[in-house]
């Protein structure tokens, strides 16, 4: 047990990362606690307004010469950061589950995801070359390139501490701009460990900082008139009252991506086998902390057999999840991130109840933690039936380790539901039909579509959607929609005479 508690190598204090310097935050220094043992980890500083300035002012002067930098010879940098990251693969994975509870498994599967941005970014001289068209006149021709704009902002949440900030850093950096990261203050050692990394790359002073903090940060980069664009993932209320508006008042391009309340759609052709340990991970896995993570299970059909049979079956399978500290490997769930996040999820299970909900598994008090943590931020799986669609707990982001049913007799009402939803992240399908599958495909309104896939989580080289409550803006991050949002294209029209 003692390797559990060891705390996070070389990073007791998460500080800035400022013109290449690590620099102490002027601000309130507040306790990083692990979840799942309650222990106090590191700490991080609030930064300041002025914090915030002086990296951008660093950014904004580092801008002039990295622009300038071949496009291949910024992909270096990015080569180097790929091998350190793959070095320091364990590690990385490690500190995701010590700063946010997940299992190191997940953490695993996180660190690969983020990485493999970096891999794609490592492809940009070929990603972001324009086009051109010889003799659009008689005698001129005209071509596009892509052209860098300055500073970006990043803004992460808490619950992908390593991997969401990777969705956009590395294409701002080799696209030529330089960014300022705001990791979520909950989770901040997991973005310091990144910046060390790219500190170790080489990345010329500037072109990689990092500031830690909250609104104040935020609030910093939105008014900013220094930062070109911002992307952003967290919560749709922060997402619509804040970064939308704010990045519109002072007209900086922004990717605004929001929670959600997915929706997994059940036809009664479905392969159980097959499907059954596709919604264990999809519901429960993260601790259900996940914006592609399964909050709603429609069951398709009239057929009660089929029905008591399959829900049965999930909640026998729900039950038997191994609860504990994720760095035990035998650990299949770990806590949610903090205790305050634990009992707004409970508050969603009792309105559930109040409305008419039946509880099929409850989660609330868990019994065996493996390890004998305290229960403080654990919960354990929680499956609610008889729910229906007007309920909060169909229509609102729980963001827990909970699953609530609902029964429809078509596929139409199941894809109204979905399409009624203020959501639009991440809703599936799983039958054995095509037909059916293609008409969930055509007619739900959704960002990221899967058949039979619970967790439908596009890789690095497709773009991370999410419609309507789930999103705002225009392009995506990852892959070639981030290179154009990280780029303007500047039309050049020739004529010599
Ligand atoms: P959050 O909105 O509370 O915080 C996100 C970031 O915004 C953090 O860095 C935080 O410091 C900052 N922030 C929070 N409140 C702010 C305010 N009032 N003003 C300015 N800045 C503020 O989100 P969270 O709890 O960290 O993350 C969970 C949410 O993120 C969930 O809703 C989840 O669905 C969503 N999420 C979405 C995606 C996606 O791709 N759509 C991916 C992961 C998580």
Same mark, same amino acid.
């Given at each position: 047990m003692a390797i559990l508690e060891e705390p996070i190598k070389g990073v007791p204090m998460a500080k800035n990362y400022i013109n290449g310097e690590w620099v102490e935050s002027k601000g309130e220094i507040i306790?990083?606690? $692990?979840?799942? $043992?309650c222990q106090v980890i590191g700490k991080v500083g609030v930064s300041t307004r002025e914090e915030i300035d002086e990296a951008v002012k660093a950014a904004k002067e580092a801008f002039y010469d990295w622009r300038r930098t071949p496009a291949v010879t910024r992909c270096r940098y990015l080569f180097r950061l790929l091998h350190l990251l793959e070095e320091n693969f364990e590690e990385l994975s490690r500190v995701q589950t010590q700063e946010h509870g997940k299992t190191i498994d997940e953490s695993r599967g996180e660190t690969r995801r983020g990485i493999e941005n970096v891999e794609v970014a490592c492809g940009i001289p070929t990603l972001m070359m324009g086009d051109s068209s010889e003799d659009i006149a008689s005698g001129i021709d005209e071509y596009l390139i892509r052209v860098p704009l300055g500073v970006f902002g990043v803004i992460g949440p808490f619950n992908f501490p390593f991997m969401i900030p990777l969705w956009s850093a590395p294409y701002a950096v080799a696209t030529g701009n330089t960014v300022v990261i705001k990791p979520s203050s909950e989770v901040p050692f997991s973005q310091t460990k990144i910046t060390e990394l790219a500190e170790e790359a080489g990345f010329p002073p500037g072109v990689w900082n990092m500031v830690h903090g909250g609104r104040t940060v935020v609030n910093g980069m939105l008014e900013h008139p220094g930062i070109e664009g911002i992307t952003f993932v967290g919560s749709t209320p922060v997402m619509?009252?804040?970064?939308?508006?704010? #990045?519109?008042?002072?007209?900086?391009? #922004?990717? /605004?991506?929001?929670?959600?309340? &997915?929706? +997994?759609?059940? =036809?009664?052709? #479905?392969?159980?086998?097959?499907?059954?340990?596709? +919604? =264990?991970? %999809?519901?429960? @896995?993260n601790a259900g902390q996940r914006c592609l993570a399964g909050q709603t299970l429609i069951m398709v059909g009239e057929d009660n057999r089929f029905y $008591?049979?399959?829900?049965?079956?999930?909640t026998d399978r729900a039950r038997s999840i191994v609860m504990g500290y994720g760095l035990d490997e035998s650990v299949q769930m770990g806590p949610v991130r903090d205790a305050k996040k634990k009992e707004r999820?409970? %508050?969603?299970?009792?309105?559930?109840?109040?409305?008419?909900?039946?509880?099929?598994?409850?989660?609330?008090?868990?019994?065996?933690?493996?390890g004998g943590y305290p229960d403080t931020c654990f919960l354990g799986p929680t499956i609610m039936e008889g729910l229906h669609r007007n309920m909060r707990v169909v229509r609102e982001e729980i963001f827990g380790p909970t699953m609530g049913i609902l029964r429809v007799k078509t596929l139409e009402e199941a894809i109204e539901i979905c399409n009624e939803s203020p959501y639009h992240n991440g809703h599936a399908i799983f039958t054995s039909n095509g037909k059916y599958a293609r008409q969930f495909q055509y007619d739900v309104i959704s @960002? &990221?579509?899967?058949? $039979? !896939?619970?967790?439908?989580?596009?890789? /690095?080289?497709?773009?991370? %959607?999410? =419609?309507?409550?789930?999103?705002?803006? !225009? +392009?995506h991050t990852q892959g070639k929609e981030a290179v154009r949002f990280f780029t303007e294209s500047k039309v050049c029209i020739h004529r010599w005479l």
């Open positions: 306790d990083v606690v $692990n979840p799942a $043992n619509q009252d804040v970064i939308y508006p704010g #990045c519109g008042k002072t007209g900086k391009r #922004c990717i /605004a991506q929001g929670g959600a309340a &997915n929706i +997994l759609v059940i =036809m009664p052709d #479905c392969n159980v086998d097959a499907t059954i340990p596709g +919604l =264990m991970t %999809s519901f429960f @896995g $008591n049979d399959f829900v049965e079956k999930v999820i409970i %508050s969603y299970i009792e309105t559930g109840i109040k409305e008419g909900a039946k509880l099929r598994l409850d989660g609330r008090k868990p019994k065996t933690i493996t @960002g &990221n579509v899967g058949i $039979n !896939i619970g967790i439908v989580a596009p890789m /690095a080289f497709f773009p991370f %959607s999410g =419609m309507a409550g789930s999103f705002m803006g !225009i +392009l």
